[in-house]
């Protein structure tokens, strides 16, 4: 859950923030879903409550779901119900602590941050205290990386303490 929400938060949100769509359209596929054999990634139901709930953030709350994949049933009716309780605008569940992005995701997210900054105002501004010079985008990668990692796991770990827990 830690990795979706975190690349949510620290990728998509500030870059859908910045498009300003008039309409999300998800192909909200539950293959990543706990139980699910085939996705294989252990997103619990209330990771697509929040996920979702972020989306409604944006384009005035006007979110399309579209089902296009889940293949355990129990998995897939739990992740869909989720989803769907945020759309009727029930409450955010209550996420489980200790909840801390895995080193890969922390990668992952920074190198995605770093390939995208050049192009995205809301990803430029990622750390204030630790500018990267966007000339050189490869060197900078290479400099910074473990930095980047470093103040992105501070900074979702600020974001996690703000939000509600078990």
């Known amino acids: 859950d830690a990795d979706y929400i975190t690349a949510f938060l620290q990728v998509l949100m500030p870059v859908a923030y910045e498009f300003r769509p008039q309409l999300v359209l998800v192909a909200a596929g539950y293959d990543s879903a706990v139980g699910d054999i085939k996705g294989e990634m252990q997103a619990s139901p209330s990771c697509f409550a929040i996920l979702t709930h972020l989306l409604m953030s ?3 709350g006007k979110v399309i779901l579209s089902l296009e ?4 049933l129990q998995a897939l009716a739990e ?3 989720a989803s769907l309780k945020i759309l009727l605008g029930d409450p955010c569940p209550r996420l489980a602590v200790p909840f801390t992005p895995c080193q890969s995701a922390l990668e992952s997210i920074c190198a995605t941050i770093m390939a995208h900054r050049p192009y995205w105002k809301g990803l430029q501004n990622f750390s204030a205290d630790k500018p990267v010079e966007l000339e050189d985008a490869e060197a900078a990668s290479a400099i ?3 930095e980047f990692a470093e103040v ?3 900074s979702v770990a600020e974001v996690f303490r703000k939000l509600p827990s078990e």
């Open 69 to 72: 994949g889940g293949y355990n």
């Open 144 to 146: 910074t990386k473990k």
């Open 58 to 60: 944006l384009a005035g």
């Open 79 to 81: 992740g869909v119900s």
């Open 152 to 154: 992105l796991q501070e």
